[in-house]
């Protein structure tokens, strides 16, 4: 079975920019989160959508938003673009059910962002 | 707020030795969940192992074991018989049992296997 895929793999942009980021989840899975990860430090949330709802969101500015498609798959966009934002991004994928499930999640291979 | 807290930035240790990684959280709830993913160059985050806040029998799997010392707040990692493959970063994470499935993670701990 295919697991979480993420496009693009890297991408380079320049200050002021907009990006939009992929994302497709397991089959099956409903639920789908946004991670950023700055070099040398661990992930930090940045929403989780389920059931094409957005069910949290964490500290990040209303340059970053997101939605997901009927499918499931996910896009993050993140508009404005600052030196700042160069990361990896992840997504991870669980089933999701409104309730915590025995079920972790499954994260991709991230898309790299570099902000020249 | 949730925090997690990892000490050990770096870790060496011998093939075929034990190496513990260590992590304390802090919160308010009763009920969570623990894990430990590992990161290879790779980026790919992979779930090592995971615990049930309320499970007093700490979690085992395969080469791998938690020692999870609720009142201290403590969560660390134990991995034996290390080969070189477990060269990666290690993060903490820590999840609440209800409510959005975000994960909190801590700054990581890189581990290398040395032949």
């Known amino acids: 079975d295919a697991g979480v895929t993420q496009s693009p793999t890297h991408l380079i942009k320049t200050r002021g920019q907009q990006v939009t980021l992929r994302c497709s989840p397991i089959?099956?899975?409903?639920?789908v989160s946004w991670y950023q990860q700055v070099l040398g430090q661990g992930p930090q949330f940045i929403f989780q959508y389920y059931e094409k709802e957005e069910r949290g969101r964490g500290n990040f500015p209303d340059r970053f938003s997101a939605r997901q498609f009927p499918n499931y798959s996910s896009e993050l966009n993140v508009n404005a673009l600052l030196l700042g934002d160069s990361a990896l991004y992840l997504c991870a994928s669980s089933p999701g059910s409104g309730l915590w499930v025995n079920q972790p999640q499954h994260f991709g291979d991230g898309t790299r962002l570099s902000i020249l | 707020a949730q925090t997690v807290t990892q000490s050990q930035p770096e870790m060496s240790v011998q093939e075929a030795e034990t190496v513990t990684l260590s992590c304390t959280y802090d919160?308010?709830?009763?009920?969570?969940?623990l894990f430990w993913y590992k990161q290879p160059p790779s980026r790919q985050m992979i779930l090592v192992i995971r615990q049930e806040a309320y499970k007093q029998q700490n979690a085992t799997e395969n080469r791998f074991s938690v020692n999870f010392q609720k009142a201290a707040k403590s969560f660390s990692l134990k991995i034996s018989d290390s080969q070189l493959g477990d060269t990666a970063m290690y993060f903490c994470a820590f999840t609440l049992h209800f409510g959005n499935e975000k994960l909190t993670f801590g700054t990581g701990t890189r581990l290398t296997i040395i032949p």
């Open positions: 919160t308010s709830e009763n009920n969570y969940y």
């Open positions: 089959s099956g899975h409903k639920s």
